[in-house]
């Protein structure tokens, strides 16, 4: 079974750090860009971050960019996110999701979400 | 950013009838525009790619049409299971940019 599985998220204080990870199962990990997209409470979704394959490529929200890192260890079949100087914009639930294929953008399998809250 | 206008916002409709659901961007996306369904408390499900390519396993009663900037998402007859929020995003430029979806619920 395709699967991914988000783990990492919690309640943080205005400017703390967070790594959230995602465990992905039953598909070539290497093989599929990945992205993180985020939902704040009762709101839409928001996109926030994709990386390609090889890793070497990221792209970035600039609601988020200088302050989270994607990156990909394919080794390991785990996306991460690491989000530094949090704010309280920043509280919402972080989907990791699977593309179709390499760069298409589309996103075909989810995870079910972890929950971030910046708060003091 | 390519700005995604969903309308209508909410769209109230009994089980049976015909939905349509519409996204505006605010340039010009050729086909790359991609439709969710988001039912409450669960992660987004892929229903449309490229405008009108249903992805695997999604019924054939949802469609989607359109080129340019002005497409559509159609149920044909809704299901009790269709009553959700519906999202549709672009993959033309960065950023990817979703619209503010549009609830089906029930009349």
């Known amino acids: 079974e395709v699967q991914l599985l988000e783990s990492g998220g919690g309640l943080v204080q205005p400017g703390g750090s967070l790594r959230l990870s995602c465990a992905a199962s039953g598909f070539t990990f290497n093989n599929y860009a990945m992205t993180w997209v985020r939902q704040a409470p009762g709101k839409g979704l928001e996109w926030v971050s994709c990386i390609a394959t090889s890793a070497g490529s990221t792209t970035y929200a600039d609601s988020v960019k200088g302050r989270f890192t994607m990156s990909r260890d394919n080794s390991k079949n785990t996306l991460y996110l690491q989000m530094n100087n949090l704010r309280a914009e920043d509280t919402a639930v972080y989907y990791c999701a699977k593309d179709i294929g390499d760069l298409r953008w589309n996103f075909d399998v989810w995870g079910r979400g972890t929950l971030v809250t910046v708060s003091s | 950013e390519i700005v995604l206008t969903q309308s209508p916002a909410t769209l109230s409709l009994s089980p049976g009838e015909r939905a349509t659901l519409s996204c505006r961007a605010s340039q010009h996306i050729i086909t790359y525009l991609v439709w969710y369904q988001q039912k409450p408390g669960q992660a987004p499900r892929l229903l449309i790619s490229?405008?009108?390519n249903r992805a695997t396993g999604i019924p054939a009663r949802f469609s989607g049409s359109g080129s340019g900037t002005d497409f559509t998402l159609t149920i044909s007859s809704l299901e009790p299971e269709d009553f959700a929020v519906y999202y549709c995003q672009q993959r033309s430029k960065w950023p990817l940019t979703f619209g503010k979806g549009t609830k089906v619920e029930i009349k």
């Open positions: 490229d405008a009108s």
